[in-house]
């Protein structure tokens, strides 16, 4: 999508601080982060939210919490743990209308979200 931010990173006409890239999916640093450890995970394809999986494109999402654990693993935040997000939508918070996941570690995460 030529308008889209994240399918710009992909394509490597915005540049990011990564973490983790196959031919599926990409992991950047959040550059507004919120725990000591603040990355996004994303499909490289563009699929708006969370409320765009279908059964075509779950396989994706299993896909990215294979990686998820790997790069927790990784960067040994896997033993004290971490948060997983992905916010869709206006009242789910979403700013950017390409699927991300948010991996946050490093401190202790409050529950509930505000
Ligand atoms: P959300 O509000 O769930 O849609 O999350 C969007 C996230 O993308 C926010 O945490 C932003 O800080 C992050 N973000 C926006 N632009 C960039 C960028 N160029 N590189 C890395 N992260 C970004
Ligand atoms: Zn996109």
Same mark, same amino acid.
């Given at each position: 999508?030529? $308008?889209?931010?994240?399918? *710009?990173?992909?394509?490597?006409?915005?540049?990011?601080? %990564?973490?983790?890239?196959?031919? %599926?999916?990409?992991?950047?640093? $959040?550059?507004?982060?919120?725990?000591?450890?603040?990355?996004?995970?994303?499909? %490289?394809?563009?699929?708006?939210?969370?409320?765009?999986?279908?059964? $075509?494109?779950?396989?994706?999402?299993?896909?990215?919490?294979?990686?998820?654990? *790997?790069?927790?693993?990784?960067?040994?935040?896997?033993?004290?743990?971490?948060?997983?997000?992905?916010?869709?939508? %206006? $009242?789910?918070?979403?700013?950017?209308?390409?699927?991300?996941?948010?991996?946050?570690?490093?401190?202790?995460?409050?529950?509930?979200?505000?």
């Amino acid at each position: 999508m030529s $308008d889209c931010l994240f399918c *710009k990173i992909v394509a490597g006409e915005i540049p990011s601080d %990564k973490v983790y890239e196959d031919d %599926k999916v990409l992991a950047f640093n $959040d550059i507004d982060p919120q725990a000591p450890v603040h990355f996004l995970v994303i499909p %490289k394809e563009h699929i708006k939210s969370s409320a765009q999986i279908t059964a $075509d494109n779950s396989h994706i999402v299993a896909h990215i919490f294979e990686v998820i654990a *790997k790069i927790a693993a990784d960067k040994g935040i896997s033993e004290n743990g971490f948060r997983v997000v992905t916010n869709c939508g %206006k $009242d789910g918070g979403q700013t950017v209308g390409h699927l991300h996941f948010h991996v946050l570690a490093g401190r202790n995460i409050g529950w509930p979200p505000g």
